[in-house]
């Protein structure tokens, strides 16, 4: 397995900033993440910035709601139990090639085979601050 | 067989008996002989009888054999210094006299003639009647043949022979039997022989008083001369195979692919092979003629393997450096035992083998499977840490301006925020020592340092610091990504903290050649320069040191140390300059990533 600095790979570049987005409002994120409590921390951490946020405690769970829902934007775990964030980027992208996904890890080098397949990927230990200037420079650069 | 065990007198024998004194034939006979007092009776009844016979004797022999001459001549045969006194017994010393005749341990014909015919004609000047006879001893022959001179000792023979031709006398030689015990001396014994008249043997063969007791003594000798020719032709094929033998072993030994060599009792290097010389670079006489112990890196590993020898131990596999000649290092292993004979230790046989490539590649799997096995951990520890991590740090970034909290609490979820990101920022640190190993992946320098400055921009811009980018090429080097990030990360935020109030932050990129290197490893150099506070002198030795900060409760001390030991593991290097400037300090870290891939390309 081959693995790469995830800038290389980056289709965008972020930027650190600290003050909320004040185009956040009414953006939808979709969280997907395994752990209970640090899903719903985020979901505040992200709802305090402005956003609009719906969790799912799976890979499988997350398919569903974004089948049944458009989102924004997708902020991904990528080590889950069972469907792990590779596999459901896959199939998000599948359902909504242009939805940009976001993947957070707590392990500092991806496959390369991730790197294509989502838009950004960020380590879980950056802070609040650069996690939520990298949303919204994804979201920048796509509007 | 009546008269076998009769008694036989000298005047019928084959060969005289030991008493023989016979002096009126003027013959040149030899005598060999196993014993002193052999010769001495048999040359006092020689002398004896001459000069009972009013016949003159000289004899020139030395000291030990004069001595015992005229003791045995004045209990047998006469007063001896009657025949002194009358000039009819002349007794000279055989070394001083050979002296006198020999010219650079060669027989001089001239002076031998004038000297020792000079002395038969005195003698026989003082011979009492007409028909008196001179009878001479001499065993100035038997001095140069004792001295290995064969050839003037048959020379001498010659002289005696030719003087006896100018001048009447009866001449005795004697020489020790014990003289000829060798093959070798078979040839000039026969020309020894062949210059005298007659051949007294030694008297193991005179003793015998019958003649069946001869012709036994000489079956016996017949059958033991037999057994020993044989014997010495055996010998000398035994001896041509073990030379043959020794000459194979020597070529083995000198041009065997290990090394070898032999270290006398005083460890001095007796010999070496080409192996071993060539495995330390020396010439032969750069190493053998040495004391072993100048060539042994760790004095104390050489005295741990002397003492073994001495306590005559024998050694199997002992590790140990050996010094080339180019100064650098083997390592070895030695087998070696010594040769001892009774107590006095010979020589040491040391076979040394070089596994210096193996201990690197042990070392080096060893390194590789640590740092597997370290990578495997940090990896699930990066994820187990990073999680709970990530949601309380988000808990207290909430709660730092949580409404429903009053200011104490919010104050204090500030304390606990900026804590956490300082127990993030340590764990970070920490790992970065123990990533995953995996393989190393192209990694461009410009990309990288791109994505840190615009990690650091905000920063930067708040507290008006100017950033200058002097980026000459990609950077392309073989490296681990995030190890590479973790070090750029480090020197540029010391660099911004180090520039509260502003200044100007210089990022530069250069490709490094070998033609700007010349025998070092081509690379990358990135060098960060800032106009900040700069770095005291007495903090210059310290500030790679773990633990040492000078940011007091912001920092970790664990930055720079981080960053160097990343940067040595790939064989690159870190240097620091700070000096004052005319609006403060100039503070630059250069790094240098070393990379021999100059042709890759970017992942």
Not at chain 2, 350 to 359: N, P, Y
Request: some cysteine.
């Amino acid at each position: 397995m081959r693995r790469v600095f995830p800038l290389h790979n980056s289709r965008t570049s972020a930027a650190v900033g600290t003050e909320t987005n004040r185009n956040a409002k009414g953006v939808s994120i979709l969280c997907i993440d395994d752990e209970k409590s640090g899903v719903e921390v985020r979901k505040r951490l992200l709802e305090s910035a402005g956003y609009r946020v719906t969790t799912a405690r799976s890979g499988q769970e997350g398919i569903q709601q974004l089948r049944s829902e458009p989102f924004d934007m997708v902020l991904l775990d990528y080590w889950m139990p069972s469907f792990n964030g590779v596999a459901t980027a896959r199939e998000l992208r599948s359902i909504d090639p242009a939805v940009p996904i976001m993947i957070l890890s707590g392990l500092s080098q991806l496959p390369d085979e991730t790197i294509g397949v989502v838009d950004r990927w960020i380590l879980k230990d950056e802070g609040p601050e650069y996690l939520l200037a990298a949303i919204s420079s994804l979201l920048k650069s796509r509007h | 067989m009546s008269t076998a065990n009769t008694p036989i007198s000298n005047s019928n024998l084959l060969a005289p008996l030991s008493n023989w004194n016979e002096h009126k034939s003027h013959e040149h006979v030899v005598q060999f002989y196993s014993e002193d007092e052999a010769l001495i009776t048999g040359l006092s009844s020689f002398i004896g009888t001459a000069l009972n016979a009013g016949d003159a004797a000289i004899v020139i022999a030395t000291k030990a054999h004069r001595d015992a001459l005229i003791q045995s001549l004045s209990l047998h045969w006469m007063d001896q210094s009657k025949g002194l006194k009358q000039g009819r017994l002349i007794m000279l010393d055989a070394q001083e006299t050979l002296s006198k005749i020999t010219d650079d341990g060669w027989p001089d014909a001239v002076r031998f003639t004038e000297i020792v015919g000079g002395l038969v004609d005195r003698a026989r000047a003082a011979c009492e009647g007409v028909n008196s006879t001179v009878v001479a001893f001499g065993e100035m022959v038997s001095l140069l043949w004792a001295e290995g001179k064969s050839d003037a000792a048959i020379r001498l023979e010659q002289l005696w022979n030719e003087l006896a031709k100018l001048r009447s006398f009866s001449l005795r030689c004697a020489y020790p039997i014990t003289g000829f015990g060798r093959g070798e001396h078979s040839e000039p014994f026969l020309k020894i022989c062949a210059e005298h008249s007659n051949i007294i043997p030694s008297e193991s063969y005179t003793a015998l008083n019958t003649e069946p007791e001869r012709l036994r003594n000489i079956s016996i000798l017949q059958q033991k001369a037999l057994a020993l020719e044989t014997e010495t032709a055996e010998h000398r094929e035994v001896r041509r195979s073990l030379q043959r033998r020794e000459s194979e072993l020597a070529d083995i030994l000198e041009n065997a692919i290990e090394g070898v060599q032999q270290v006398g009792p005083d460890q001095t290097v007796l010999w070496a092979n080409k192996a071993l010389l060539s495995l330390l670079g020396y010439s032969a006489h750069e190493y053998v003629g040495h004391s072993l112990s100048e060539f042994h890196v760790r004095r104390d590993v050489f005295e741990a393997f002397w003492a073994k020898l001495m306590r005559r131990e024998d050694i199997y596999d002992f590790p140990a450096e050996l010094l080339c000649k180019d100064g650098s290092i083997k390592q070895v292993v030695i087998h070696s035992n010594g040769l001892w004979e009774s107590d006095r230790f010979v020589h040491t046989r040391c076979f040394v083998r070089d596994v210096t490539e193996r201990k690197r590649l042990e070392q080096s799997l060893l390194s590789a499977e640590k740092q597997a096995a370290m990578g495997r951990v940090a990896a699930i520890i990066a994820h187990e840490i990073n999680n709970p991590l990530e949601t309380v740090t988000n808990v207290f970034y909430l709660l730092r301006d949580h409404p429903s909290l009053d200011e104490d609490a919010r104050e204090l979820a500030r304390v606990a925020n900026d804590e956490i990101a300082r127990v993030r920022h340590i764990a970070r640190q920490t790992l970065a020592f123990c990533r995953d190993s995996g393989s190393p992946v192209p990694v461009s320098l410009r990309l990288v340092l791109d994505a840190v400055l615009e990690a650091f921009r905000g920063q930067a811009q708040k507290s008006g610091i100017v950033v200058e980018r002097r980026i000459s090429t990609d950077g392309l080097v073989l490296a681990f990504p995030v190890e590479v990030r973790q070090i750029l990360i480090n020197l540029i935020a010391n660099a911004i903290q180090a520039m509260p109030s502003g200044g100007t932050l210089r990022v530069s990129l250069r490709r490094v050649t070998e033609q700007m290197r010349p025998g070092k490893r081509p690379g990358v150099r990135a060098t960060i320069t800032d106009t900040g506070v700069g770095i005291p002198v007495d903090h210059r030795d310290k500030i790679f040191q773990p633990f040492f900060s000078t940011k007091e409760e912001k920092g970790t001390g664990l930055g720079l140390w981080v960053s160097q030991g990343i940067v040595q593991k790939f064989g690159g290097a870190i240097r620091f300059r700070s000096k004052k400037s005319r609006t403060g300090f100039i503070t630059s870290f250069a790094v240098f990533i070393p990379t021999d891939a100059t042709s890759v390309s970017v992942a």
